[in-house]
């Protein structure tokens, strides 16, 4: 959505105040399986939900991928209040993404309201977990290739469930938010502004050394204050982008 939190912020603040509507390119929301797990989730197939994980693709970025992951995750959870962040990143090179510095690798530990945790990590060392699973009281849910996996108190072993295709896509949603036949769109930017605040955390509970209560206040990135202020030096000299070489790596 953005590279702060003050940034989103201002996006959020100049739609409403225009009445324009503001929608951020989060797909998942459109899949059905994600669909499916959030109402497995809400219908209690699992219990309370206690544990969802994601691990990013690798060479991504929190930007890139982590902010899919971590709104999905708020997307099971049926978009929950956040409590508190702790994270954890390492940046030695001088590592970009789309013309904004990114980390080398980073996790981070959400806390939901009700006491969900989530956990999100990128360019950590192996061994890999097999499969995004969530985690309940009572039951597991994975995601596998277009079919969702159950297993519960209520029988032995993994139920394999098709979910039904989705009845709209982001384009139709915006359409149908524009003409007033719905209240909101999936994925608003007011609702992407909050997966900007738990990204942010967990930048900031690095530079504050500490867990980051919610609301987060510093609308500037963590990141870039401490890229600037010399907490995170470039020990590996040489700056590059993942996405968009820089004219010395074309060379």
């Known amino acids: 959505m953005a590279a702060s939190l003050g940034e989103a912020d201002d996006m959020v603040e100049v739609c409403e105040k ?30 309370e939900p206690t544990l969802l994980h994601r691990r990013s693709k690798p060479n991504a970025g929190l930007l890139n991928i982590g902010t899919h992951l971590i709104d999905g995750i708020r997307y099971h959870l049926s978009d929950p209040e956040t ?17 904004t510095r990114c980390e080398d690798l980073c996790t981070g530990l959400i806390c939901f309201e009700g006491g969900a945790r989530g956990v999100y990590e990128s360019d950590l060392p192996q061994p890999l977990l097999p499969a995004a699973t969530v985690y309940g009281t009572t039951g597991q849910i994975k995601a596998m290739e277009g079919d969702v996996l159950l297993q519960n108190d209520k029988a032995s072993g993994w139920k394999e469930i098709q979910p039904p295709a989705e009845g709209s896509d982001q384009l139709q949603e915006l359409i149908d ?21 738990i990204m942010m955390a967990i930048y900031e509970s690095l530079r504050i050394k500490n867990v980051v209560e919610m609301p987060l206040k510093t609308r500037e990135s963590p990141l870039e204050l401490m890229v600037e202020d010399g907490t995170l030096p470039v020990l590996k000299p040489g700056r590059y982008d993942l996405r968009h070489p820089f004219p010395e790596q074309q060379k």
């Open 18 to 47: 225009q009445g324009a509507k503001l929608a951020i390119g989060h797909q998942g929301r459109f899949s059905a399986v994600n669909t499916e797990i959030r109402k497995l989730i809400r219908d209690g197939a699992i219990g």
């Open 177 to 197: 938010w524009m003409e007033g036949k719905i209240a909101e769109h999936r994925s608003s930017g007011r609702q992407a502004r909050y997966t900007m605040e």
């Open 83 to 99: 409590l508190w962040v702790i994270g954890q990143i390492s940046r030695t090179t001088d590592r970009w993404e789309r013309r």
